[in-house]
């Protein structure tokens, strides 16, 4: 049982247009991270979300935290080639693990 | 950003022979590191916990025999995949904490024949 799921889990889309991923659990976190990764790379943090209700803007990413903190959304605006990746949700457990979600595959077709 | 470096970056070995990978934080010490497993079009999958003069803790399922973690020094944490095997092909990542934060390294490509 994924302690974290995401939808959708592949996305294809023309260049400019806006999508939302989503990342959800059951369970309450302190915090949850949101990181994108390219082929034969590791993965690269965008944003670390921590209040419930929190909204954060990097660019044309905005990222929110659900206000009980069990949920979380990306939102990229006016999508580009550049932002084909696959993005990851993550969470903190005990000992400091962190464990992620299935991912979601962006492809922006130009 | 704290830098975290993987070495070899992709390695090609044969059935039934062992591989090393090593992890190094380079401007930050790291009491903690982690391995992870990442299978084509999957997530990462913790394989296990490496701390620094102590044994590693290993996820359910993750062999130990199997992928022995050596984690020496504070900048150093090491994977060696014994007697590998063509299912043990996987993109190999290692992440260390430094405070709050885990920086990921960019990961080890191994391919099994």
């Known amino acids: 049982t994924q302690l974290l799921e995401q939808s959708p889990q592949f996305l294809s889309i023309q260049e400019g247009e806006n999508l939302t991923v989503y990342c959800n659990s059951s369970s309450v976190f302190s915090s949850l991270q949101w990181y994108r990764q390219e082929p034969g790379e590791g993965p690269v943090l965008l944003v670390t979300?921590?209040?419930?209700?929190e909204v954060k803007k990097l660019k044309r990413l905005t990222f929110q935290f659900g206000d009980a903190r069990k949920d979380s959304s990306l939102h990229i605006t006016a999508a580009q080639p550049g932002d084909t990746g696959l993005y990851l949700c993550?969470?903190?457990?005990?000992?400091?693990?962190?464990?992620f979600g299935p991912g979601t595959s962006l492809s922006v077709i130009p | 950003g704290a830098v975290v470096s993987q070495h070899p970056s992709w390695v090609i070995c044969k059935s039934g022979t062992s591989v090393k990978i090593e992890c190094r934080s380079l401007d930050f010490q790291a009491t903690t590191m982690f391995w992870y497993r990442q299978f084509p079009k999957q997530s990462l999958m913790l394989m296990a916990t490496s701390n620094e003069g102590s044994k590693a803790t290993y996820e359910q399922g993750v062999e130990k025999d199997k992928f022995l973690i050596n984690h020496a020094s504070l900048t150093l944490s090491t994977l060696t995949v014994t007697s590998a095997h063509p299912e043990d092909s996987s993109f190999y990542i290692c992440s260390a904490s430094s405070g709050d934060e885990q920086f990921f390294g960019p990961g080890t490509r191994l391919t099994v024949l």
């Open positions: 993550a969470a903190k457990t005990s000992y400091d693990k962190v464990i």
């Open positions: 979300v921590v209040t419930g209700g």
